[in-house]
């Protein structure tokens, strides 16, 4: 156990329909990190959050918005779903300043679009 | 820009040692990390650099060549279960990591 918290592991949906993918960083952690990868692909950087507050943007399509609550969880909405959507969604977390760990990765969301 | 290169794929022997090649050209440099990757599971640390030089960890070691944007990882005595993508990054300043595509390594019996 990473001490990353995602929910829920699987989830499959039908095109257009919206999603919520929800993360609890390790105890400590101030910023999360969603990431988006698909079948064979690397791992492509979404969205940043830092103790409430949006930091960095990738990737991220104008679909999806992510927010960080006051007790740091953080959620990721997916709408308007494409069958393209369909990949694994990671949250990392790490710790004010980064430390020499890096990030510390959840199991991941698979979500399948069908 | 961020640019991280590796391999796309490699393959090996069981028992044999195998060389991950890692180049990078980042706006930024703090360290250098590598993960490894399980088909559908989380990346999980393995090495952290910041300064030049070898560091060994069991059966891994990983390098580092600040002045070159070079780094290796080097996995000997392989098994089976060290098939496996193997990803580069890069902590590039205030909590920003760029990662790699990855290199896939399929151990062989």
């Known amino acids: 156990d990473s001490g990353v918290t995602q929910t829920p592991k699987h989830l499959i949906t039908a095109t257009g329909q919206r999603v919520t993918l929800r993360c609890s960083p390790r105890s400590g952690d101030l910023s999360v990190y969603w990431y988006q990868q698909s079948l064979d692909q690397g791992l492509q950087f979404l969205i940043q959050y830092y103790n409430g507050e949006e930091r960095a943007k990738g990737n991220i399509l104008e679909r999806f918005s992510a927010q960080q609550f006051p007790d740091l969880h953080s959620e990721l909405n997916l709408s308007s779903l494409e069958l393209g959507d369909s990949a694994l969604y990671f949250c990392a977390s790490s710790p004010f300043g980064g430390g020499n760990y890096g990030y510390t990765f959840g199991s991941g969301t698979r979500l399948t679009v069908v | 820009g961020q640019n991280i290169d590796q391999p796309t794929e490699m393959t090996a022997t069981e028992g044999a040692i195998v060389q991950i090649n890692c180049t990078y050209q980042t706006s930024g440099f703090n360290g250098l990390f590598w993960y490894q990757q399980h088909a559908g599971e989380a990346p999980t640390f393995l090495s952290y650099?910041?300064?030049?030089g070898l560091e060994e960890k069991g059966r891994f070691s990983s390098f580092l060549s600040r002045s070159k944007g070079y780094s290796y990882l080097l996995l000997k005595e392989l098994q089976m279960k060290d098939s496996a993508s193997y990803l580069c990054?890069?902590?590039?300043?205030?909590?920003?990591?760029?990662f790699g595509t990855g290199t896939r390594l399929l151990v062989s019996p």
């Open positions: 990054a890069v902590w590039t300043g205030f909590q920003k990591l760029v």
């Open positions: 650099n910041v300064l030049d």
